[in-house]
């Protein structure tokens, strides 16, 4: 009997490939040169963070074909302090549940802290003109939870 995988390790290697596509995709500005104005933010054990680079992704890979990432720091793959990403079936407008098997959610920190959220919700309120806007809530082991929101985050194809 051929042995697979752990779900998660499959999912950190997913989130980790994941990561070396998102350096291409940068800000982009309206049809008409103003700035685009987006933002993520999410509390954490009582503490708000706003992320200082974030994206998200439409492409077909293997149990991620929509993928948003958000992170405290310069660098998608090697400089950040605090990251947070989570896949989803699609990015139409709607509420989708968190789960371990599903829709994943991870919460990393560059001290070596990756934890996947075992339950919630993330919302999508719209997705128009390659920008992607909602809101989160997700359970992780311990009673941590992490809440937040995110407007006009960049889609890239």
Same mark, same amino acid.
């Given at each position: 009997?051929?042995?697979?995988?752990?779900?998660?390790?499959?999912?950190?290697?997913?989130?980790?490939?994941?990561?070396?596509?998102?350096? &291409?995709?940068?800000?982009? &500005?309206?049809?008409?040169?103003?700035?685009?104005?987006?933002?993520?933010?999410? *509390?954490? *054990?009582?503490?708000?963070?706003?992320?200082?680079?974030?994206?998200?992704?439409?492409?077909?890979?293997?149990?991620? @074909?929509?993928?948003?990432?958000?992170?405290?720091?310069?660098?998608? @793959?090697?400089?950040?302090t605090k990251r947070i990403a989570f896949n989803l079936p699609s990015f139409n407008a709607g509420t989708y549940t968190i789960s371990t098997s599903g829709n994943k959610f991870l919460y990393a920190e560059n001290n070596g802290l990756d934890e996947f959220g075992n339950s919630g919700t993330i919302t999508i309120g719209a997705y128009q003109n390659n920008k992607l806007s909602g809101s989160f809530s997700c359970n992780f082991p311990g009673s941590v939870v992490i809440t937040g929101s995110f407007t006009n985050v960049p889609v890239c194809p």
């Open positions: 009997m051929k042995k697979s995988a752990h779900p998660i390790v499959v999912a950190i290697i997913t989130l980790a490939s994941l990561s070396s596509l998102i350096a &291409s995709c940068s800000k982009k &500005s309206s049809s008409d040169n103003t700035p685009t104005t987006n933002s993520f933010t999410w *509390n954490y *054990n009582g503490t708000k963070y706003t992320a200082t680079l974030d994206s998200a992704y439409e492409f077909s890979y293997p149990g991620s @074909q929509h993928y948003v990432v958000a992170i405290i720091g310069s660098n998608f @793959q090697t400089s950040f």
